[in-house]
T-cell receptor, first 111, second 111 residues
Framework: DVKVTQSSRYLVKRTGEKVFLECVQD?????MFWYRQDPGLGLRLIYF???????EKGDIPEGYSVSREKKERFSLILESASTNQTSMYLC??????????FGDGTRLSIL | ELKVEQNPLFLSMQEGKNYTIYCNYS?????LYWYRQDPGKSLESLFV?????AVKQEGRLMASLDTKARLSTLHITAAVHDLSATYFC???????????FGKGTRLSVIA
């Protein structure tokens, strides 16, 4: 079975902090994705990556950046956390043109 | 721009009853996915539909796809409490592009 592991289930940070969310997958998938999930808004794509060192902006990239130095790891960075970034963050991976497999999510609170 | 609309967004149904969730999308698509999310958990892939007229069934859930109408349905037969969850449809525009998700249908099955 595909395993997508997000480093934290719950995280509390303060405004202005730099926040790192880590995601690791164990199935040698080329494609990786970061979404945020908010009530009433569904899943919105922040950034994605088709391969190592590649990144593409999704629908809501403002205030975020990403890093993909190794194939199995895709990191989401909040450069200067703000309260409107309080959300559930979901990482996903896939082989090209197949179903996306999701991690358990990180519930991030910015105080 | 590809848009995906689900309805209803909330559904409360009695055990033993049948119901259908609808997923409309705005442009042509290569494939459509249905996912399930339990409270506090991640998304689990249920079905992938690849062609017009495709039908997939597992247990009390049956998904179908009409590409000409740009419509997919998820039919629930004789609902049981264990089906209570949020169901998402997600569509790929073409090729290896990311999934675009609907806002989800929160299903609650009551005795």
């Amino acid at each position: 079975d595909v395993k997508v592991t997000q480093s934290s289930r719950y995280l509390v940070k303060r405004t202005g902090e730099k926040v790192f969310l880590e995601c690791v997958q164990d199935m040698d998938h080329e494609n990786m994705f970061w979404y945020r999930q908010d009530p009433g808004l569904g899943l919105r794509l922040i950034y994605f990556s088709y391969d190592v060192k590649m990144k593409e902006k999704g629908d809501i990239p403002e205030g975020y950046s990403v890093s993909r130095e190794k194939k199995e790891r895709f990191s989401l960075i909040l450069e200067s956390a703000s309260t409107n970034q309080t959300s559930m963050y979901l990482c996903a991976s896939r082989l090209p043109m197949t179903a996306q497999h999701f991690g358990d999510g990180t519930r991030l609170s910015i105080l | 721009e590809l848009k995906v609309e689900q309805n209803p967004l909330f559904l409360s149904m009695q055990e033993g009853k049948n119901y259908t969730i609808y997923c409309n999308y705005s442009t042509t698509s290569d494939r459509l996915y249905w996912y399930r999310q339990d409270p506090g958990k991640s998304l689990e892939s249920l079905f992938v539909l690849l062609s017009n007229g495709a039908v997939k069934q597992e247990g009390r859930l049956m998904a179908s796809l009409d590409t000409k109408a740009r419509l997919s349905t998820l039919h629930i037969t004789a609902a049981v409490h264990d089906l209570s969850a949020t169901y998402f449809c997600a569509v790929v525009n073409s090729g290896n592009t990311p999934l675009v998700f609907g806002k989800g249908t929160r299903l609650s099955v009551i005795a």
